[in-house]
Structure formats: C-alpha cells, structure tokens
Nanobody, 119 residues
Framework: QVQLVESGGGLVQAGGSLTLSCVAS????????MAWFRQAPGRERQFVAG????????YYTDSVKGRFTISRDNAKNTVYLQMNSLKLEDTAVYYC????????????WGQGTQVTVSS
C-alpha cells in the first residue's frame, strides 16, 4: 500500500476554481493508477477522474468533463485535480485513491479534503 495525503480543499463561489493535490509516500508512485473520488452528504462515493500509471491516459465521469483536469507528476509523487467552473453540486469530500496499474481494487485512500461551493 501507499500513504496518501490530500490538500487544497476549501470554500469557493460557484464558477470559481480549486486545485487539489495528493502526495503519496511509500512504494513507487509511478506503479499506480491514481484516481479522485468524491462523496456528498447522504450519497455514495463517486468516481470523478483517473489517470494511468505511465502513459497518463485520463478518465472522467461525465459530469466533470471539460471542467476538471487530472494530472500527475511522478517525480513529485503527486496527483492533482484542477477544478474549474465549479458548481454547487460539486460540493463533497474529495478522496485520492491508488490501485496497481495492472488492475484490481483501490487499496489505498487518503483522508479526504472538503470542497464546498457556495452560490
């Protein structure tokens, strides 16, 4: 497993931007497929975006396409989530997660960072 620590959450007005960061420690970061999930109050945890280990292919849930960008810097053991044009419905706790690049379940999770979008 790998230890993950998120940062960058906060309060932002609708239409604004935030960038989340997730720093990994432990095993080789470049071996992992990394993803961001979110969980709003009373709702299930939802996949937001993912990025493959080496080539950096990106995946997004439909509701954030064109607004969010996931990226990674393997030299810094960090994955980012740039969030633009934020909407009220983006309010949630955002979690960073890692799994082996070969597939399988996400085995490592961060503690989460709160993102609150206000009107």
């Amino acid at each position: 497993q790998v230890q993950l620590v998120e940062s960058g959450g906060g309060l932002v007005q609708a239409g604004g931007s935030l960038t989340l960061s997730c720093v990994a420690s432990g095993r080789t970061f470049s071996n992992y497929y990394m993803a961001w999930f979110r969980q709003a109050p009373g709702r299930e945890r939802q996949f937001v975006a993912g990025i493959t280990a080496n080539v950096g292919i990106r995946y997004y849930t439909d509701s954030v396409k064109g607004r969010f960008t996931i990226s990674r810097d393997n030299a810094k053991n960090t994955v980012y989530l740039q969030m633009n044009s934020l909407k009220l419905e983006d309010t949630a706790v955002y979690y960073c997660a890692a799994r082996e690049r070969s597939g399988g379940d996400f085995h490592s999770w961060g503690q989460g960072t709160q993102v609150t979008v206000s009107s």
